[in-house]
């Protein structure tokens, strides 16, 4: 799966999670810049990004993410 191919069905599971059809995610975007991305809010999305990826994030993994395109580049690896 590449980087265009990711950022597309994160850009799904994003709409979803925060119900907002129009949302667009780049990889520079933090939590402050989503509404409604608070802690219950990124549980969540974590949790979609695991089922809808096929994979498992650990909590070391989560807390080092600083903003969408380290997500992005550890779903990668975890899928190659």
């Given amino acids: 799966m590449d980087k265009s191919e990711v950022k597309t069905k994160l850009t799904r ?42 994979i498992s994030l650990t909590l070391r993994e989560v807390r080092s993410m600083k903003n969408v395109g380290d997500l992005m580049n550890l779903i990668e690896k975890k899928v190659a």
Avoid: C, P, Y
Wanted: proline share 0%.
């Fill in 13 to 54: 599971i994003f709409r979803d999670t925060f119900a907002n059809e129009n949302l667009e995610i780049q990889e520079t975007t933090t939590a402050d810049q989503v509404e409604g991305w608070d802690s219950l809010a990124h549980i969540t999305l974590i949790v979609a990004v695991e089922k809808g990826f096929g």
